[in-house]
């Protein structure tokens, strides 16, 4: 299996970087292609006929391992077969742009580690624990950090790149520390130890160290950092399958922890709280924060992050009302969380690719440039209008189906008297993450999309090319299916919760099924009801006088494009609540109120992340501290470096004779 | 069905008539004679038989928003049962659906007003936006009280079971009515958060959203506002009737003439908010939603032991 595997990946390898400049991209889509027609047949006979062995093998760390699909592997891999397969698709047009600026080889290798990030995403999501998942997990990082380096040429792309992977192989050492500590308790390191584990040994311990080690890549707060910074890096199609799928392998990691707890109800509890909270926290602070951004691709990761909150919050609300004994709460709470996963993995893999379109055509992802862009990419505005209302999550797409059947669980445990105070605070954090959502992305589409240019490139922008559309169009359709016919898409995704929580869901799914269903003809309803509407007054129009006027100035003549409100004016409201969270860096200096004749001006400020400070700030200073004292012993004297070798030879022999070494 | 038929009627009355009594309660304070009672009706009237002018910035979006806007106000308008009366739609969970109906609608204008380009529209689009998300919170909230001491999570529900209240939650229900009233301000622009009658766009909320909207566009907007008051009134009025007398006799009136005149004296009597402080004041009504479900909590947890 393994051999075969390394086999295919050299010959795909090869086949890239032979290929002439223009087929690499084709070479790498039937790899992808072919990889994710293969998963989705094993999610398929997985979902209807249950688990599936591909191989099993020993190896000398970690002992036996096993490389098999499950329900949740099943899920997982359905939606990075779905999203790579969109985004190499995309990628085509995005990555001709450069052919200019880069060398074949360098497409070639972007290429590769696209190739190999989809497969050892696939491979961590089916890997039993163990070796073999370290193995893959650490494939995909450095993957996915090839791919961010793309731009390479730009200094702050190699700066987050850089940042990516340090963060990356700081929660690698913790799951590698927690694979450790489960292997010497179990003697197998396999997830399915977690359960033998938590019954013999302080279960606390390893769920939080696995869970810091999880949460770095997932985007829990404080470990969120890294996403802001590389997700504006990143080429876009890049961005669209970290974001959408490769975080979730993080989320992925906890529902394998989650699994593992099955009839300790304090252990549930306990680990039910942390989620819930730590989903709270990572929700709030993320929407927030994506709210003040005034960069596409930054205000998208936090929404990320924000998304990652809302799935935690799904996942704690699920454990706590297990643990509380209620089956019900318990399925809302997963099967909203699990389908929260595949619906967040659609909508930002398009809202991503919307923002890659954007940037190839204006060459920034500043909003505060933009305006107006729907008049001159209106399939491209039609797609972010889909993924917007989907992402606000809003009837009748997906997005509401998932947070509808969170908001049940939580408020079932508030009227059938489980954990009330807890079910409180996840719906006062869940109505405030949806309502600053609205403001977030309103903000973001109405910026970039609607008003008047606010800068002379937008004139010059045209449509991608349809190959991106058709790309964008994939998860689009999904979108649909999910939010107009929920009672149908919630099937599979019970089965995977049932796997989760072990318990049988046949009854909770029948109880919020005719919800579902009732759902779907309300769906249909109000788009029918708003297309009547708009037949309604079109027709009534046709024998009116319909004129064209400007845009009502006020009774101010002189109105241009300038005085448009734009991102930063348009959140700054919220600024009163999200200043303790942010420390501002201003370029520049404002016009003052008592200029009268204002000069001209440059001021553009930056909200950073306050948490980037705090956690990126000491190490660096520590670091600058400790290379001062080393800077002391480069004199620049060849004698000098002459005398340390002497001294250094001079302890290995101390040492030696010692006995130490 | 006749039950559902006269629930959405007496929907429609309520709809119809809150804006009225605001105006006859305003005329009657600041001693004047005051428009007529439908004056609003015949207005929308006037302008459903108009043409209408589009500014050459916007796109269809400008277009579709208004249908947007209504379409889910209807959609919403359709859940809120009358006391003991049963509403068209309702399943369980609806109380999720309804408040992100109205978030439908709300992002629709916001997005319309931000297409016109116009720096007002822009201001009032970021109010609008804002206080929508500070608002949800006190709605879920408030909500969420509903469904402690009911038991339910759909408003039909949530009405029809709540004959067997005890007394002892007058005091939450009061409360919580108080509540909705000025989720229903807020939600409406009406002072002390919006002044609709203001001359000037800086200060202006709702109103500024929809400076270029005319004609059939502009109608529906204010029609779906008075589906909105309606949804609002209906839902605090039910929490009041629900410890007085359960009665869609009893609540369609208390609807009509309770958020009516409250909001009538309200506007004659006190001044608006300055704009900064708008923030503050929706996030009292947040602590203030906070506080009922907390002593409803409390009340719940006597109640059963």
Not at chain 1, 40 to 59: H, K, Q
Not at chain 1, 157 to 167: G, H, I, T
Not at chain 2, 12 to 21: F, K, M, P, R
Request: net charge neutral; aromatic share 10%.
């Amino acid at each position: 299996m393994f051999l075969y595997t390394l086999l295919a990946a050299v010959i795909a390898t090869v086949l890239i970087f032979v290929a002439p400049l223009r087929a690499k991209v084709w070479v790498a889509t039937s790899v992808i292609s072919a990889v994710a027609i293969g998963a989705l047949f094993l999610v398929v006979s997985t979902l209807l006929g249950g688990e599936i062995t591909l191989a099993r093998f020993t190896t000398d760390l970690f002992g036996a391992e096993r490389i098999s699909v499950d329900a949740i592997s099943a899920l997982f891999l359905a939606i990075i077969a779905i999203a790579s397969v969109a985004t190499v698709v995309y990628s085509r047009g995005y990555v001709e742009g450069y052919f200019k600026r880069f060398s074949p080889t360098h497409i070639s290798l972007h290429y590769t580690a696209l190739v190999l990030l989809v497969v050892s995403m696939m491979f961590v999501v089916v890997s039993s624990g163990g070796f073999s998942f370290l193995f893959s997990w650490e494939l995909m990082t450095i993957a996915s950090f090839i791919l961010i380096l793309f731009e390479a040429d730009r200094q702050e792309v190699r700066r987050a790149a850089l940042n990516y992977l340090v963060m990356m192989h700081i929660g690698f050492m913790f799951l590698v520390a927690g694979f450790v500590m489960l292997y010497n308790v179990t003697g197998s390191a396999n997830f399915a130890a977690v359960e033998c584990y938590f019954k013999v040994a302080q279960p606390l311990p390893l769920f939080v160290v696995l869970f810091l080690g999880f949460g770095m890549k997932a985007g829990l707060f404080p470990m969120h950092i890294w996403l802001p910074e590389a997700h504006p890096a990143a080429p876009s199609h890049v961005s669209a399958i970290m974001s959408g799928v490769m975080i979730k392998t993080g989320v992925y990691g906890i529902l394998r922890l989650m699994q593992a707890i099955d009839h300790n109800i304090d252990l549930l509890y306990t680990i039910g709280l942390i989620v819930l909270l730590s989903g709270i926290i990572t929700g709030l602070w993320g929407v927030i924060l994506a709210a003040m951004q005034n960069d596409i691709k930054r205000l998208l990761a936090y929404s990320s992050i924000e998304n990652i909150g809302v799935i935690l919050i799904g996942l704690g609300v699920a454990a706590v009302g297990h643990a509380a004994g209620s089956n019900l709460i318990g399925m809302c709470g997963m099967c909203g969380a699990l389908l929260h996963i595949v619906n967040h993995s659609l909508f930002k893999t398009m809202l991503f690719m919307s923002a890659g379109n954007i940037y190839s055509r204006m060459h920034t992802t500043a909003m505060n440039q933009m305006g107006g862009l729907a008049k001159h990419m209106p399939v491209t505005a039609i797609l972010m209008m889909f993924a917007t209302v989907a992402i606000c999550a809003l009837p009748p797409l997906n997005g509401f189906v998932s947070e509808l059947l969170i908001y049940i669980g939580m408020f079932n445990g508030v009227s059938d008297g489980h954990e009330v105070l807890y079910a409180i605070g996840g719906i006062i954090a869940l109505s405030l993450i949806g309502g600053v959502v609205v403001l977030a992305f309103s903000k973001l589409y109405g910026v970039v999309f609607l008003g008047s240019p606010r800068s002379h490139h937008v004139a010059e922008c045209t449509e991608v090319d349809s190959q991106r559309i058709v790309a964008m169009a994939l998860p689009a359709m999904f979108i649909l299916v999910i939010g107009l016919l929920p009672q149908y898409a919630i099937r599979p995704v019970a089965l995977v919760a049932e796997a989760v929580t072990g318990g049988s869901s046949a009854a909770a799914v029948a109880s919020f099924m005719p919800m579902l269903q009732t759902l779907s003809y309300i769906g249909l309803m109000l788009l029918l009801l708003i297309g009547l509407l708009y037949v309604a007054k079109r027709r009534a129009q046709l024998k009116r006088k319909i004129e064209a006027g400007p845009t009502w100035g006020c009774g101010f003549t002189a109105t241009n494009t300038r005085m448009q409100y734009t991102g930063e004016s348009f959140s700054e409201g919220l600024e009163s609540i999200g200043k303790p969270l942010m420390k501002d860096t201003v370029d520049g200096r404002a016009v003052d109120k008592g200029e009268i004749f204002p000069s001209e001006h440059n001021y553009e400020i930056k909200h950073k992340d306050k948490v980037d400070s705090l956690l990126g700030q000491w190490w660096v200073k520590l670091m600058h501290r400790i290379n001062m004292y080393v800077m002391r012993l480069r004199t620049g004297r060849v004698n000098n470096y002459v005398t340390f070798a002497l001294v250094f030879l001079a302890v290995v022999l101390v040492f030696t004779i010692v006995g130490i070494l | 069905m006749l039950i559902k038929l006269l629930n959405t009627l007496l929907m429609i009355v309520v709809a119809l008539s809150i804006t009225g009594v605001i105006n006859r309660t305003r005329a009657l304070l600041s001693g004047r004679k005051g428009i007529r009672f439908f004056q609003h009706v015949y207005n929308a009237r006037l302008l459903l038989r108009k043409g209408a002018v589009y500014s050459p910035t916007t796109t269809a979006l400008f277009r579709i928003a208004p249908c947007v806007y209504l379409g889910a106000a209807i959609m919403a308008f359709l859940f809120i049962p009358v006391a003991n009366l049963e509403p068209v739609l309702s399943f369980h969970g609806d109380i999720v659906l309804v408040a992100y109906l109205l978030a439908l609608s709300r992002i629709a204008i916001v997005l319309a007003a931000m297409d016109t380009g116009s720096s007002f529209e822009g201001m009032g689009a970021a109010r609008e936006a804002l206080y929508g998300a500070l608002v949800e919170p006190a709605l879920m909230m408030g909500l969420a009280t509903f469904a402690l001491f009911c038991g339910y999570s759909s408003f039909a529900d949530i009405f029809s079971t709540a004959q067997m209240f005890d007394t002892n939650i007058t005091i939450v229900m009061l409360l919580l009515a108080y509540v909705f009233l000025i989720i229903m301000i807020i939600e409406s622009g009406r002072v002390p958060v919006d002044d609709p009658r203001t001359h000037l766009e800086l200060t202006m909320i709702h109103e500024v959203m929809c400076l270029d909207y005319s004609g059939i566009d502009l109608a529906m907007i204010n029609i779906a506002g008075w589906l909105k008051n309606a949804i609002w009134a209906m839902i605090a009025a039910n929490a009041v009737s629900v410890v007085v007398c359960f009665h869609w006799e009893f609540a369609t009136p208390l609807a009509i003439l309770g958020s009516g005149i409250t909001i009538g004296a309200i506007e004659s009597l006190r001044a608006r908010n300055k704009l900064s402080r708008n923030t503050t004041y929706i996030l009292t009504i947040v602590a203030m939603s906070a506080l009922v479900l907390l002593t409803g909590f409390l009340l719940y947890q006597n109640i059963d032991i």
